[in-house]
């Protein structure tokens, strides 16, 4: 059983080193890379103002999150969650730096961005030269985009659920079922390849035998209200 977490987070502003904070954290639990319906969702505190070039982005106003718990509150249960799953989120470095920040202000360990997976360079690597952004690849693959107005931690998150099966292989992912192709399977499938010669072979004939052709007559003869009797 492989059990994952997509994450994404909102945030006050662009960079933790300038004192910006997480407002906002959403987690969908996949089992084998399918989703649960088990999610993390909160909206938190961040002690501070929200910019509003950020605002512009999510909508999230400081306003709204006054009367929000603070991370410190939120952290067990937050971890606890994530357990020792493998974190999907798009963009792992941003998101990553932020987690980390506010995890050491509290004093719990970091997280590796190594152990993350970034469907950011899974999509630029799969899909080179297109644009690798949540809303292009929601369009590529057509999932839903008309409840996104603004940006939202767990519809986000969600959204992401959904492309990373694609990105992994859509629903037929782990099935096997190219490998199990036959030769002859994999030939008719490659447009490139060279036409087999085909060896001619005189047509063959099968007359029937007299009493093959009596035995039909019979046959047919025996049977009741045939279709071809009414037309």
Same mark, same amino acid.
């Not at 470095?93 to 506010?102: M, P, W």
């Not at 099966?165 to 292989?169: A, K, Y």
């Not at 490998?179 to 036959?182: A, F, K, V």
């Given at each position: 059983m492989?059990?994952?977490i997509?994450l994404d +987070?909102?945030?006050?502003g ?5 004192g910006?904070?997480i407002i906002?954290i959403?987690c969908v639990? %996949?089992i084998?890379?399918l989703?649960t ?6 909206y938190?505190n961040? =002690?501070r =103002?929200v910019?509003?070039?950020?605002v512009?982005?999510?909508?999230i106003? +400081?306003e709204f999150l006054k009367?929000k718990?603070v #991370?410190g509150?939120?952290v067990g249960s937050f971890l606890d $969650?994530?357990g020792?799953a ?6 792992a470095? $941003?998101?990553?730096? #932020?987690?980390?920040?506010?995890l &050491?202000g509290?004093?719990?360990?970091p997280?590796k961005?190594?152990?993350a997976?970034? +469907?950011?360079?899974m999509?630029?690597? &799969? $899909?080179p030269g !297109?644009?690798?952004n ?7 693959f057509?999932?839903? %985009?008309s ?5 939202g931690?767990l ?6 659920a959904?492309?990373y %099966?694609?990105?992994?292989?859509g ?5 096997g %079922?190219a *490998?199990?192709? +036959?030769g002859?399977?994999?030939?008719s499938?490659?447009l490139?390849a060279a036409?087999k010669?085909r060896?001619y072979?005189e047509?063959? *004939?099968f ?7 009596e035995?039909?007559q019979?046959?047919?003869a025996g ?5 071809? !009797?009414?037309a």
């Open positions: 492989t059990r994952e997509v +987070t909102e945030t006050t662009m960079d933790p080193e300038d910006h904070r906002e959403g639990e %996949l084998n890379h989703p319906g088990k999610v993390w969702h909160h938190i961040p =002690e =103002e910019d509003a070039g950020a512009a982005v999510h909508g106003k +400081t009367d718990p #991370f509150e939120l $969650f994530v020792d493998k974190l999907v989120i798009h963009n470095a $941003f998101d990553i730096k #932020f987690l980390n920040s506010e &050491k509290y004093g719990f360990p997280f961005l190594a152990d997976i970034d +469907t950011v360079l999509a630029r690597k &799969k $899909f !297109s644009p690798a949540l809303d292009a690849l929601c369009r590529r057509g999932v839903d %985009l409840g996104r107005d603004l940006h931690a519809l986000d998150a969600q959204l992401l959904t492309v %099966l694609e990105l992994i292989g629903r037929q992912h782990g099935l %079922l *490998s199990q192709s +036959t002859a399977q994999k030939d499938m490659n490139n036409p010669e060896i072979r047509p063959r *004939s007359p029937l035998s007299a009493q093959e052709e035995d039909h019979k046959m047919v049977l009741k209200n045939p279709i071809w !009797s009414n």
